[in-house]
């Protein structure tokens, strides 16, 4: 992998190239529900300079009544040219550093046509931990045009993981905590089953990056933690979480260990874990 083909970016790049009119930076950062301050609010009061709000919630579906699910790409193309990005800039999208959305407005964007993307390496914790410069308040986009097209093989429906059920052709991997995944403890959002996919493997997404500083742990650690989960990167792969944001954390750590196909569900297990939802598997994978 090289500088150029790591979707990673270290904080002295970003600090070069923050006065760079072709850099557009955005915060992605995102909490559950009913967890405050609200990401917006954090947003307010510090962000990297220049850094417009990436809300993972308003740039989706919202005829779907799940959460934050992918949107058109007309729709997608109009919600990103208000933040001021056309097709032509770099893009760089960092989070508060927990690494929860980050990866999931990268991998929109790859979805949606954009090539040139990536993730501030340990995000705004990093960023200020080093004592770099932050900002309050709004930094008002300029408007730009964002044609975007839509890639339907780096998603995946719950037909399609229904499907999959029966054929095995691709590995899920599920990016929640171990107790959620094996049906411990009931789910953060009401009203779903406990549990996972039959048949998914699980990673949790905390363990690919190091708590302490916020960066993505080495590449031979990434590949060790997918051979400990039990998961084959030769085979195709498809990432799922609680609803469809940390499952790209693992999608982003794949594509640094150049699995580049790999496809997430959106739905996650807001979708599957309903109660009118498909089977549920429970304990250890």
Not at 164 to 188: C, H, K, T, W, Y
Not at 225 to 241: E, L, M, Q
Request: glycine residues 10%; proline residues 8%; aromatic residues 8%.
């Amino acid at each position: 992998m090289t500088t150029t083909d790591d979707p990673l970016v270290s904080t002295e790049w970003l600090a070069a190239h923050l006065n760079d009119p072709k850099v557009k930076i955005l915060d992605a950062t995102f909490k559950l529900p009913g967890v405050l301050p609200l990401p917006k609010d954090d947003y307010l009061k510090a962000h990297i300079p220049g850094a417009v709000f990436f809300d993972v919630d308003a740039v989706s579906d919202h005829s779907n009544p799940l959460p934050h699910m992918f949107p058109s790409a007309e729709q997608f193309g109009r919600d990103i040219g208000a933040l001021g990005i056309g097709n032509a800039e770099t893009v760089v999208v960092y989070d508060a550093g927990g690494w929860v959305a980050g990866p999931r407005a990268w991998w929109m964007l790859l979805s949606f046509g954009h090539k040139d993307v990536r993730v501030l390496d340990g995000g705004l914790k990093k960023w200020t931990a080093e004592g770099r410069p932050v900002e309050s308040g709004e930094a008002p986009p300029r408007p730009a045009t964002f044609k975007a097209a839509f890639d339907a093989a780096r998603v995946r429906s719950m037909q399609q993981l229904v499907a999959n059920l029966d054929s095995r052709r691709e590995q899920v991997i599920d990016a929640r905590a171990g107790n959620r995944f094996v049906g411990e403890v009931p789910e953060p959002r009401p009203g779903l089953r406990s549990g996972h996919i039959p048949g998914a493997r699980n990673l949790p997404y905390g363990e690919l990056f190091d708590a302490a500083t916020g960066t993505m742990k080495p590449l031979d650690q990434l590949r060790q933690a997918f051979t400990s989960a039990g998961v084959d990167t030769a085979k195709p792969i498809v990432t799922s979480c609680g609803s469809g944001v940390s499952a790209a954390v693992l999608t982003l750590a794949l594509y640094r260990l150049g699995v580049r196909d790999t496809a997430l569900y959106d739905g996650s297990w807001s979708e599957w874990g309903a109660e009118a939802g498909p089977p549920v598997a429970t304990g250890a994978a």
